[in-house]
Structures are given as C-alpha cells and as structure tokens.
C-alpha cells in the first residue's frame, strides 16, 4: 500500500511542478480495498481511516507546494526531502490499517 501511496504522491508532485489542478484522490476505497481480507469490517473505521489518510497525503501535497515557493521554484531540494516526509506522515496511518487488517 505505501509503494502504491508513493507511485499517487510522485505524480501529484508534478502536478503540482506543473501548475495543474490536482486529483481528488479516493482514500476510502482504498482503504476499505486493503482491509477487504477482514473478517469483521466496520464502516466507521474505514471512514476514519481514509480520511486520516486523506488528510495526511494532501498536507504533504501541500507542504511540497509551499517548499517549492518558498525555493522560487527550486524543484530538486522539495523532491529529496519528499520521501522521508511522505514516509513519516503516512506511515503510522498504514501501520494502523495493517494493523486493523490482522484482527
């Protein structure tokens, strides 16, 4: 699921390199996708889950963009910092819906 997470993020950044309009993402099918192996699914987890995700992902989105400005557009310094950045944020929420898929 992070590789997939990553691979959504990378284009998005370009996106945003781009000055194009960002696609709204469907974090709760997603979600609910990875979790389908559960016996026991409970909408209201899902719903919390892949709107934390959802919050987590464009807040990474978002600092990208402002790093960009801030760099007048320097690109290179936004992208190295963006893997340790997207991983620490999104991480814990995906250690969470792995942790949800086991039980």
Do not use: C
């Not at 709760?28 to 026991?40: A, E, G, M, R, Y």
């Not at 760099?71 to 995906?94: C, H, Q, Y």
């Amino acid at each position: 699921m992070l590789d997939n997470l990553r691979k959504l993020i990378k284009n998005d950044i370009w996106s945003v390199i781009n000055g194009e309009e960002l696609p709204q993402r469907d974090f709760f099918s997603q979600v609910l996708h990875f979790l389908l192996k559960n016996k026991k699914i409970l909408l209201k987890d899902v719903v919390d889950m892949s709107k934390e995700l959802n919050n987590r992902y464009y807040q990474i989105l978002g600092e990208v963009d402002e790093y960009i400005r801030q760099g007048n557009g320097e690109v290179l310094p936004a992208l190295k910092r963006l893997d340790s950045d997207f991983t620490e944020k999104v991480l814990p929420i995906i250690k969470q819906i792995k942790r949800y898929r086991e039980n």
